[in-house]
């Protein structure tokens, strides 16, 4: 079974980017972009409603990253510090040598290919530093911009969950894509 050490923190670059953890500093960029309803549109969470909401959801990135469970970084330009959005591995199955990838992002860097950037680089930290055999991505079926950059990462379309999560009164379908350590070679 593998074992997970977010400790030191793993600051990740990329040719633009800066991916780093994410502090109470970032408060205010985290309750931008979990009240934002365009945001968390595919996102079946509650929306933050006040800055105790986001420093609650720091404080539970934090204690997943203490805990080896599950890490997330901001994404930030190279040379600028604020925080435009988050990616990360969650539910994170180290018996199965697997983990899930997600993201999100600020609207106003959209069609930026920040994402696809930060994903390219995760994956490379996934299946090389945390020797990692799978990652999954697991996405509303309508959110084809997700889809979209899934697919020009690499992933392949693995299932179609139908109705498989019950949210504010509504069933919700699932799309679950997945990157095998052998794909990327």
């Known amino acids: ?71 997330n970084w901001g994404i930030t330009l190279k040379g600028n510090p604020k925080l435009l959005g988050i990616i990360g591995y969650y539910r994170m199955q180290p018996e199965n040598h697997r983990a899930e990838i997600g993201y999100m992002l600020s609207p106003d860097f959209h069609g930026k290919g920040i994402i696809p950037e930060a994903v390219n680089r995760l994956l490379q930290y996934g299946f090389e530093d945390l020797k990692l055999h799978s990652i999954e991505a697991v996405i509303d079926p309508e959110n ?35 990157l095998l350590v052998s794909d990327k070679k």
């Open 144 to 178: 084809y911009a997700s889809e979209k950059v899934l697919q020009k990462c690499g992933f392949v379309r693995e299932a179609h969950l139908r109705e498989a999560e019950f949210w504010e009164g509504k069933f919700l379908d699932k799309v679950i894509y997945s």
């Open 1 to 71: 079974m593998l074992e997970f050490n977010f400790h030191p923190f793993p600051v990740i670059e990329t040719e633009r980017l800066l991916l780093r953890r994410i502090t109470n500093d970032d408060v205010n960029e985290v309750f931008e972009l979990r009240s934002n309803p365009e945001t968390m549109k595919y996102i079946p969470r509650p929306l933050v409603k006040n800055n105790q909401d986001a420093l609650d959801h720091i404080t539970m990135i934090d204690e997943k990253i203490d805990s080896n469970v599950g890490v």
